[in-house]
C-alpha cells in the first residue's frame, strides 16, 4: 500500500469518527432537526384536511348555506291561514309552552317561530289564561294577534237583581248548552264556595246579580262560585256585617230583608222607605205580621205582585201573613240598592206601602190602616 492509499484510509477514518464525535457532541441539534422534519409533516396534515373541507363546501355551499339558515330561522308559515282550532292558555303557561302546542296543533309551522313572534311583539308576559280561536297553517305574528282578549271565547250572561236562584239555574243552562240537572246539584253541594259562614250553605240570596263572563269550560261549580265570590266583595264593599251589628240584626237577616225589598220595590228610590215600613213591623209593638205577597209567592213557587186567597193559606214558614218574623231566608238575590237600603233604612213611622200603579210602578206609603185602605183602592182602579 503506498503512501497515497494510506493517506486516503486514515482521512476516510478520521472523517468517519469525526463525524460521530460531531453527532455525540451536538446530540441536541440533532434532535431538534428530527423536531422540525416531523414538525412539517404536523402541519400539513391539518392543511389537507382544511383543503379538502373548503372544497366539499365550494362543491355544496347551497345546501350548506341552506342548513345553516334553517338553523337560524326557524320555518314559519305565511297568511291567515284557514280551519277553526281552539286553543286553551292554562293558568300558569309560559309563551314557550303555549308555542309547543301551537305546533303540535298545526296552527305555527315552529315553535320558535311563535317565541320569536311575541318577543318582537313584547307580548311574552301579556298571554291570558282562556280558550281562544285560531287557524291551522297561520304566520306566527297572526297567531300572536289572535290571541289577543278580543279573540277569547267567552261566555257573558247578564242577571238582574231580584231574580230568585232557580231563574239564576235555568239562565245558566240555556245560556251555556249544560244540563239543567247539574246546575241543581252545584247549587246544593256549596261545601267549595266560599260562602260566608251565615249563609248556612245555601244559595238563594247569594248569587249576586251582575253580567259575568265564564269560559266555555267552566263547570256549574265555577259559575256559581263566581257569582259567590262577587256577593262577597258586594258585602265587604257595604260592610255588611258591620252594618248588621249597628242595626241588632245578623247579616243573614239583612240579606232576608234586603231581598223583600228588591221583590217589593218598583224603584230604586224607593228602596229606603221599604225599608222602613219593614223593620217598623218587625219592631212594633205588639209585633205585627210582615204581610208581603212577595214571601207568599216564594213560597208557591209563584210569578206576580198579588197573593191570592188560595196561596195565602200556605202552610210555609215563607207565609209572611201567617207567621210573625223574617222569613227563614231570603226570597230572591238583592243587588247594591237593595243591601244598601236595609243597611240604611229612611226614616219615617210607615206601617203599610203599595204600589198604586204597577204600569208606572210608583209606591206610596201610609202610616194608618184607613190610609193604607185608601192606597188600595187605588191601585184596584189602576187594574192592580
Known sequence: MNDLDMDFLLGAEDDEGSSRRRGRANGKGGSR??????????????????????????GGGYFGYQWISG??????????????????????????????ELERQGVVASARAFTNAIANANKSGALQPGQYTLRKGMSAANAVTMLGSANKLIVRIPFEEGLRLSDVLARLADKTDKPLKDFVAAAKDTSEMELPSYAKGRLEGYAFPATYEFQPKSTPADMLSQ?????????????????????????????????????????????????????????????????????????????????THAQLQSTSKYNTYKYL???????????????????????????????????????????????????LNEYRRNGG
Open 227 to 307: 257569582m259567590v265570590e262577587r256577593f262577597n266583595q258586594a258585602a265587604e264593599k257595604a260592610d255588611l256585617v258591620g252594618g248588621a251589628k249597628a242595626l241588632r240584626r245578623t247579616p243573614a237577616e239583612i240579606i232576608t230583608i234586603a231581598s223583600i225589598i228588591q221583590a217589593e220595590a218598583g224603584r230604586h228610590e224607593d228602596m229606603p222607605k221599604i225599608a222602613r215600613v219593614i223593620y217598623n213591623r218587625l219592631d212594633h209593638e205588639p209585633e205585627m205580621q210582615l204581610k208581603m205577597d212577595s214571601t207568599v209567592m216564594y213560597a208557591t213557587n209563584k210569578k206576580g205582585t198579588s197573593a
Open 325 to 375: 218574623g223574617l222569613p227563614p231566608g231570603p226570597i230572591s238575590n238583592p243587588g247594591d240598592a237593595a243591601i244598601e237600603a236595609a243597611l240604611n233604612p229612611a226614616k219615617g213611622p210607615w206601617l203599610y206601602f203599595v204600589a198604586t200603579d204597577p204600569k208606572s210602578h210608583i209606591t206610596k206609603f201610609a202610616v194608618t190602616d184607613a190610609e193604607f185602605q185608601v192606597l
Open 33 to 58: 432537526r428530527r423536531r422540525r422534519r416531523r414538525n412539517r409533516g404536523g402541519f400539513i396534515a391539518p392543511l389537507l384536511a382544511f383543503i379538502v373541507l373548503a372544497g366539499i363546501l365550494g
Open 71 to 100: 338553523a337560524l330561522v326557524p320555518d314559519d308559515f305565511t297568511g291567515q291561514g284557514k280551519g277553526d282550532v281552539t286553543i286553551e292558555i292554562k293558568d300558569g303557561q309560559t309563551a314557550s309552552d303555549v308555542a309547543v
